[in-house]
């Protein structure tokens, strides 16, 4: 009991220690392709479209990668009215929004994230073939 008490110690500590101003950065430690990274891709997006309609800008700037699940984003942001740009010089907006986004395996599902310097997004989803269905409500941190 010890030992459990003293893991969960050592795990919460450093996600206390994150800054207001940080966003994770894409991990891309799963692959997800097809079917799957469109439904996650496009339910992910409307997400961020309904929490961030808010923000002056429609211009972000995302990483440049070749996953088709980047792909598959970067056509449902696209979609949904933004400029995605993967380099700063290119973009007509002088101060593009940054989004960072990840997607992880955790025990046979897929947690899905987007994140700005004002709101992060996450969801569980379980991918099947046919696309994916979440697994988990929308988890939404908002940073002043």
């Known amino acids: ?49 309904e ?18 699940y980047a792909g598959a984003l970067e056509a449902a942001l696209k979609g949904w009215g933004y400029l995605v740009v993967t380099d700063r010089k290119t973009a007509e907006d002088p101060k593009p929004m940054e989004l960072a986004w990840s997607i992880d395996n955790s025990d046979g599902q897929v947690l899905a994230q987007l994140a700005t310097s004002s709101v992060t997004l996450a969801r569980a989803y379980i991918p099947t073939t046919s696309g994916a269905t979440p697994a988990s409500p929308l988890s939404i941190m908002r940073r002043n």
């Not at 050592?10 to 079917?35: D, E, R």
């Open 1 to 49: 009991m010890l030992k459990l008490a003293a893991l969960l110690l050592t795990a919460a500590l450093p996600a206390g220690c994150q800054t207001a101003n940080s966003i994770p950065t894409k991990s891309n430690q799963v692959s997800v392709t097809g079917l799957a990274a469109s439904a996650i891709a496009g339910d992910m997006a409307s997400r961020f479209a």
């Open 51 to 68: 929490y961030v309609s808010a923000s002056p800008t429609r211009t972000l700037k995302i990483n440049k990668d070749t996953s088709e």
